[in-house]
């Protein structure tokens, strides 16, 4: 059991080279994933209910703790990216199915990923995973509107097929983790180190399936939508580190809110496009590479601040060592 922790906790830690490196191997290799995409609401249902199995009912403190921080990063989270996804889709006059995959990560909660990001980062680790929970379970309401809104001008959207596809993927087995937690609290302890490979097995099953299938389509259009989802996340990041700044949010709130907003659960949108907009198949694909790229960079961010911890802005003077570690 200890050599299965080691692993998850360095896969988690590397997820973005991981994730880089088994996305090279099925676009050269696609036979190997493409079977994935037949099952990708079952690998999101798996990623989630593992992520809820990581959470404690006393988590949810937080939400009273810092209820500044958390109203402030819920409300950039489903402003920021989704109305940064609608202008550069109308921006670069992206193709209907490109735009409203761009717009399905826009309208997306925060993911899994920023909570390890924001770990490495030096950020404020319970804040980070508050605003997952919370914006996760504001996601089958907030998401469908915000796609029904913003991408009614390229695809029919429909509302209440998108709030179904929400609650079955991402609310239902949040839930039912965080009962099982609660229920088998002890067990679930003595198992928690290998939790987090969960997820990461089943992101990569995700985007390398979404790959596999799409490889001619991002030969195509890759270049393009690497070019939109680049600008997509760091935006987000940069704005959502701007917001923290001007409402005076310190140094490890203000890292982890940045990262919760510019990393999106892009897995959902994978969901998404493939539940309720099949007839337009490359809607997955800005999703499946914001889903790369987010992680790099997200790592690089997070290395950024941890080496600015050195010298805490706010107090002009050396941080503690127990702040840096």
Same mark, same amino acid.
């Given at each position: 059991?200890?050599?299965?922790?080691?692993?998850?906790?360095?896969?988690?830690?590397?997820?973005?080279?991981?994730?880089?490196?088994?996305?090279?191997?099925?676009?050269? +290799?696609?036979?190997?994933?493409?079977?994935?995409?037949?099952?990708?609401?079952?690998?999101?249902?798996?990623?989630?209910?593992?992520?809820?199995?990581?959470? $404690?009912?006393?988590?949810?403190?937080?939400?009273?703790?810092?209820?500044?921080?958390?109203?402030?990063?819920?409300?950039?989270?489903?402003?920021?990216?989704?109305?940064?996804?609608?202008?550069?889709?109308? %921006?670069?006059? &992206?193709?209907?199915?490109?735009?409203?995959? +761009?717009? &399905?990560?826009?309208?997306?909660?925060? %993911?899994?990923?920023?909570?390890?990001?924001?770990?490495?980062? !030096?950020?404020?680790?319970? &804040?980070?995973?508050?605003?997952?929970?919370?914006?996760?379970?504001?996601?089958?309401?907030?998401?469908?509107?915000?796609?029904?809104?913003?991408?009614?001008?390229?695809?029919? +959207?429909?509302?209440?097929?998108?709030? &179904?596809? /929400?609650?079955?993927?991402?609310?239902?087995? +949040?839930?039912? %983790?965080?009962?099982?937690?609660?229920?088998?609290?002890?067990?679930?302890?003595?198992?928690? !180190? /290998?939790?987090?490979?969960?997820?990461?097995?089943?992101?990569?099953?995700?985007?390398?399936?979404?790959?596999?299938?799409?490889?001619?389509?991002?030969?195509?259009?890759?270049?393009?939508?690497? %070019?939109?989802?680049?600008?997509?996340?760091?935006?987000?990041?940069?704005?959502?580190?701007?917001?923290? $700044?001007?409402?005076?949010?310190?140094?490890?709130?203000?890292?982890?809110?940045?990262?919760? /907003?510019?990393?999106?659960?892009?897995?959902?949108?994978?969901?998404?496009?493939?539940?309720?907009?099949?007839?337009?198949?490359?809607?997955?694909?800005?999703?499946?590479?914001?889903?790369?790229?987010?992680?790099?960079?997200?790592?690089?961010?997070?290395?950024? $601040?941890?080496? !600015?911890?050195?010298?805490?802005?706010?107090?002009?003077?050396?941080?503690?060592?127990?702040?840096?570690?």
């Amino acid at each position: 059991m200890k050599t299965i922790e080691k692993l998850s906790g360095i896969l988690t830690k590397s997820i973005g080279v991981v994730i880089i490196a088994f996305s090279i191997f099925a676009f050269f +290799v696609p036979g190997v994933f493409a079977w994935t995409t037949t099952y990708t609401s079952v690998f999101l249902g798996v990623a989630m209910f593992g992520m809820g199995l990581t959470i $404690r009912t006393s988590d949810f403190k937080v939400v009273f703790t810092h209820p500044r921080e958390m109203l402030l990063g819920a409300a950039a989270q489903f402003t920021i990216m989704p109305l940064t996804a609608w202008l550069l889709a109308k %921006g670069f006059h &992206l193709p209907a199915d490109i735009a409203l995959g +761009v717009i &399905l990560v826009g309208c997306c909660p925060g %993911g899994t990923a920023s909570n390890v990001i924001t770990y490495i980062a !030096g950020g404020d680790v319970p &804040l980070s995973v508050g605003m997952t929970i919370l914006s996760t379970l504001l996601a089958p309401l907030m998401t469908p509107a915000l796609v029904y809104l913003l991408a009614g001008a390229w695809v029919q +959207v429909s509302f209440w097929a998108m709030v &179904l596809s /929400v609650v079955k993927v991402i609310l239902i087995p +949040v839930v039912l %983790g965080i009962a099982v937690n609660h229920v088998f609290g002890e067990k679930i302890e003595n198992i928690s !180190g /290998v939790l987090p490979l969960i997820s990461v097995v089943a992101i990569v099953m995700i985007i390398c399936g979404i790959i596999a299938k799409n490889t001619t389509k991002i030969m195509d259009c890759g270049l393009l939508v690497l %070019g939109v989802v680049i600008l997509h996340n760091l935006f987000g990041m940069g704005l959502g580190l701007a917001i923290a $700044r001007i409402f005076h949010v310190d140094y490890k709130k203000s890292t982890a809110i940045a990262i919760e /907003v510019g990393m999106q659960n892009s897995g959902l949108a994978v969901s998404l496009a493939t539940a309720n907009f099949a007839a337009n198949p490359l809607a997955t694909l800005p999703g499946a590479i914001f889903s790369v790229w987010h992680n790099l960079s997200g790592s690089v961010f997070a290395s950024i $601040r941890r080496k !600015g911890m050195k010298e805490c802005p706010e107090v002009k003077k050396p941080c503690l060592k127990e702040e840096m570690e």
